[in-house]
């Protein structure tokens, strides 16, 4: 199963330049990466995104992250991805930009 990760132009950089990362501030504060399924991407784009461009969208294969993957409720109760360990770039299956597009984040038709 793909799970997917949005990151700013900059933190897609460094996790290229580093091989690894420990997430944007919003993870480094909480301690996890955050990551959203196929269905709470779009939402999770608008609500931590709005607005914004210069953004990659990171598919990465939930087999790759063993059990430091598990599975939180957030909002309304829904279960998220969380990785409690840092991100390494072999754990990435594709990344690809996130166009902004009339202020709505255009994402891959067929996202799994």
Do not use: C
Request: overall charge negative.
């Amino acid at each position: 199963m793909l799970i997917y990760k949005i990151f700013r132009g900059p933190e897609w950089a460094d996790l290229r330049a580093k091989g690894e990362s420990a997430g944007a501030p919003v993870d480094l504060a909480d301690g996890y990466v955050h990551f959203s399924t196929a269905d709470q991407a779009p939402e999770t784009a608008a609500k931590h995104f709005a607005g914004e461009g210069d953004l990659m969208l990171l598919a990465i294969e939930t087999d790759r992250l063993g059990e430091a993957l598990r599975w939180e409720p957030s909002r309304g109760g829904a279960l998220f991805p969380h990785l409690y360990r840092e991100l390494r770039l072999s754990d990435v299956a594709w990344a690809q930009p996130l166009p902004l597009v009339d202020g709505v984040h255009q994402f891959p038709a067929g996202l799994e």
